[in-house]
């Protein structure tokens, strides 16, 4: 039942399916794709028009993944790892996007999918132990599972900035592009952020605008690419041992492959932290924080790292004050890193302006311009690089309403409260891909999106084997470990900075570490142990003796040995807190 094309359709009521899934990037495809194995009887609404989430809607010049290519694809599917071809290291978003509709085409999903509708609403049927769904275009249809693969990043923030209305220009947000493009041909562009998406967006819009104006709060780490073509001759190497790297990658703590230097930064001479850094510099991207095993953990190591990094933005940029500017001051890594090509080279150019609002913020928009301490920068568009609601945005634009009336939204008031980023108490039988206390957003996260799905698959496959009604968080449980994931946060540099990790990127949102920072291995092997002790910490209604291990499908593929000597320093301090 696809609605791609957008067009009129009669609202669907009454319907009642095995399960309803909300979204349908990689987390809402490859959920509907497993379930389908199971027979269940499944619909995904989606918002957009076509699948693939974050790279349908993150259409802005330069858009493209900072893991690499190879390793930022669905790794469930041999066949699908050898019959596709990425044409460069970090591929760019319309490959991306089509490498979703690729998916979505072998797999046959569009048939289960509704595009262009959104949920509004998710209420729990205590009496039917069913969720009723309701969404923007008057579908009201049942299901007895409701799969939230709404995204972490997929509420756009848009700053009420004041006199935003009066702008005579556009103003376009990089995380809802208009589908067309934009040529910025012989315009004054004004870009608002310094985040990933604006440093990869920037050079190629400074290409095309008379003039560029950059409003900068805080100035960003970024590495650089170094991005390249993939010859067949690669690529035909990379997929003869494409199995092997994608097991690899499981047992990382970031869920991707990379040289991993456990060597403390501290331990070696500065000769030898300079040899190393340069050589990680050299290969870029990411895995430049793999350069010594203590960067995130200790403030000295990592002033080593950032020190360095400062010495290259200033080699780059031209003008001392630009440059002294563009240098950061908070913790190397500590905001998501950013990788970015020609991003520090563009300042050099003529008709780039860099602004700095970290002390005075900007003031107000005006007909044509934007005000900062009592000046206005006259531009004819304004791109908004920034960012999102992370990580529980598009969870309270929906009403999400558990046992008793409780809402979701309350519940998470102070901060989101997860077991396992899977499940929270009072909702049962509504789970989420990638939610708050799971890695998600610090692995690689289609990696960490099909651990999700698989785990969830044979929990769902588990209660229709045994006849069970409804799964649900116990309380104590997830109090522990939200607990956990607050405690394994403080072991980390990452939690000490201001950014979306902890919500503070959004004025007024709560202070909280999000995502789980103890590891992507040891996560798993937590949720493989709850799995196999018969779904510890959950409670299941409806059958007898129905807390036993379950048969398990899908999930084997993710009993990777742990390997202490790829796990980070900070899986390791995790072990050392109170575990649940
Ligand atoms: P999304 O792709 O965000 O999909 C969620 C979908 O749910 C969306 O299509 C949305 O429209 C839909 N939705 C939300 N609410 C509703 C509702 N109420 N009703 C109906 N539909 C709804 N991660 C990496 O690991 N490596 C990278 O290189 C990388 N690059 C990124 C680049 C950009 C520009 C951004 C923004 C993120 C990047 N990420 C990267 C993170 C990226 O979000 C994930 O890798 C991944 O694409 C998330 O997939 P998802 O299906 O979980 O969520
Ligand atoms: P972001 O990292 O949150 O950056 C937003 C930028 O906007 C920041 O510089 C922020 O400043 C600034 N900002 C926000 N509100 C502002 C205000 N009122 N006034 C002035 N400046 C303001 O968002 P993003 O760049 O979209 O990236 C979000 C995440 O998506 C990334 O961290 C990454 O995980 C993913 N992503 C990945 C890639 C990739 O390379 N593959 C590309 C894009 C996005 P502050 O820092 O001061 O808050």
């Known amino acids: 039942m696809t609605t791609e094309a957008g067009g009129m359709r009669a609202a669907e009521t009454g319907t009642h399916f095995d399960a309803v899934v909300v979204g349908a990037g990689f987390a809402g495809m490859y959920m509907l794709h497993r379930l389908r194995g199971l027979g269940f009887t499944v619909r995904v609404f989606e918002a957009g028009g076509g699948v693939g989430g974050t790279w349908y809607w993150n259409r802005y010049p330069g858009a493209r993944c900072d893991v690499e290519s190879m390793q930022y694809s669905f790794s469930f599917s041999e066949e699908l790892d050898q019959e596709w071809s990425w044409s460069e290291k970090y591929s760019p978003q319309p490959e991306i996007l089509a490498y979703a509709n690729h998916v979505a085409d072998r797999f046959e999903l569009r048939r289960d999918i509704v595009f262009d509708t959104r949920v509004t609403g998710a209420t729990f049927d205590e009496k039917a132990k069913r969720w009723q769904i309701e969404t923007d275009r008057g579908d009201k249809v049942t299901a007895q599972f409701c799969i939230m693969a709404v995204g972490c990043l997929s509420s756009p923030n848009r700053p009420r900035f004041e006199g935003i209305d009066d702008f005579k220009g556009p103003i376009y947000h990089t995380g809802e592009w208009p589908h067309e493009g934009v040529d910025f041909t012989g315009l004054r562009v004004g870009v608002i952020g310094t985040g990933s998406s604006a440093i990869q967006s920037i050079p190629i819009i400074a290409s095309q605008a008379s003039a560029l104006t950059v409003f900068q709060r805080t100035a960003t780490w970024s590495v650089p690419a170094w991005n390249e073509t993939l010859t067949p001759e690669y690529l035909k190497a990379a997929k003869a041992n494409y199995p092997a790297l994608r097991a690899k990658a499981r047992a990382r703590p970031t869920g991707f492959y990379f040289p991993f230097n456990m060597k403390p930064a501290l331990e070696a001479s500065p000769e030898e932290r300079q040899k190393l850094y340069e050589e990680a510099w050299e290969r870029g991207g990411l895995p430049f924080l793999g350069a010594f095993g203590d960067l995130l953990f200790e403030k000295a190591a990592n002033d080593t ?81 920034t ?136 996560y798993v092997q937590k949720c493989n142990e709850v799995m196999s002790s018969g779904f510890d910490g959950f409670v299941l209604e409806g059958a007898a003796a129905i807390n036993k291990p379950p048969e398990v499908r899908y999930t084997e593929r993710w009993r990777v040995p742990l390997d202490i000597e790829v796990i980070s320093p900070a899986a390791v301090a995790a072990r050392r807190v109170p575990v649940v």
């Open 305 to 385: 790292i950032a020190d360095f990094a400062r010495r290259k933005i200033k080699g780059v940029v031209k003008d001392p004050a630009t440059a002294e500017l563009l240098c950061p001051e908070n913790v190397f890594g500590c905001k998501r890193l950013c990788v970015d090509t020609g991003y520090f080279e563009t300042y050099n150019l003529p008709h780039v302006k860099l602004v700095d609002v970290s002390k005075k913020p900007i003031e107000r928009f005006t007909a044509g311009g934007i005000v900062v301490d009592g000046q206005e920068y006259p531009v004819d568009s304004i791109v908004s690089a």
């Open 387 to 522: 960012g999102f609601a992370a990580m529980t945005g598009s969870f309270d634009k929906i009403a999400i309403i558990g046992r008793n009336g409780l809402k979701l939204s309350e519940k998470w008031r102070a901060g989101p409260r997860t077991y396992l980023g899977l499940a929270s108490a009072g909702f049962p039988n509504l789970f989420m891909i990638t939610g708050p206390g799971s890695p998600s957003v610090l692995a690689s996260m289609i990696q960490a999106i099909e651990q999700h799905v698989d785990w969830l698959v044979d929990c769902l496959g588990h209660m229709r084997d045994v006849g069970a009604a409804t799964i649900e968080a116990r309380l104590e449980d997830e109090d522990a470990w939200v607990e956990h994931v607050n405690e394994v946060s403080k072991v980390s540099l990452r939690s000490t900075c201001s950014s979306w990790y902890v919500g503070t990127n959004i004025p007024g949102r709560p202070r909280v570490f999000m995502p789980y920072i103890g590891g992507f291995p040891v």
